[in-house]
Nanobody, 114 residues
């Protein structure tokens, strides 16, 4: 059974940092591209960062230079380091494959106060 478990969210002031983690089980993690998505209230879920199985990363423009995605295949875990957080980064964050999605986890809430 595939399971994605996100953690690391919380309440932070603008300009602060958080590191999100996503532990995957039930898949051969190392061969899968992975991504971080977010969904703000009233908005659609959107992909903000992705990483290929070889480690190539890609970001949407509004997080470039602030967010860093990484992976540890030995731990079946993908990370999202978020720096210089802004109130508009407030959302529930999820990990999943960028396409051909697996079942969604519960997500982790990130709240950035101004």
């Amino acid at each position: 059974q595939v399971q994605l478990v996100e953690s690391g969210g919380g309440l932070v002031q603008a300009g602060g940092s958080l590191r999100l983690s996503c532990a995957a089980s039930g898949i051969t993690f190392s061969i899968n591209p992975m991504g971080w998505f977010r969904q703000a209230p009233g908005k659609q879920r959107e992909l903000v960062a992705s990483i290929t199985r070889g480690g190539t990363t890609n970001y949407v423009d509004f997080v470039k230079g602030r967010f860093t995605i990484s992976r540890d295949n030995a731990k079946n875990t993908v990370y999202l380091q978020m720096n210089s957080l802004k109130p508009e980064d407030t959302a529930v964050y999820y990990c999943n494959r960028p396409t051909l999605h697996l079942g969604w986890g519960q997500g982790t809430q990130v709240t950035v106060s101004s």
